[in-house]
Nanobody, 115 residues
């Protein structure tokens, strides 16, 4: 199982980033996909989730209306479009694959929002 996360970096408040998580080594389309984040000194928190076919999504209240999760099962990739970024969005972002009996995690990618 392997994840390649990309798209993180430094951005000013109000800016946008698009995270990608390309997966391999498992049946991607059969897994519920989520993005989590962990800020320094804080617990890991759920940011967004998307069902296997992509028909349903859910979001943390703190990112609703600003972040959009999507997936492309043909490319085995899940995305997180982040708009109107705030300093409090600064964290390491992780993609997660939930197969009910199995659970896989990406290595994490840093997002820093600074003014």
């Amino acid at each position: 199982v392997q994840f390649v996360e990309s798209g993180g970096g430094l951005v000013q408040p109000g800016g946008s980033l698009r995270l990608s998580c390309a997966a391999s080594g498992f049946a991607f389309s059969g897994y519920y996909m989520r993005w989590y984040r962990q800020a320094p000194g804080k617990e890991r928190e759920l940011v967004a989730g998307i069902t296997r076919a992509g028909g349903n999504t859910n979001y943390a209240d703190s990112v609703k209306g600003r972040f959009t999760i999507s997936r492309d099962n043909a490319k085995n990739t899940v995305y997180l479009q982040m708009n109107s970024l705030k300093p409090e969005d600064t964290a390491v972002y992780y993609c997660n694959a939930d197969g009910w009996t199995t659970d896989y995690w990406g290595q994490g990618i840093q997002v820093t929002v600074f003014s």
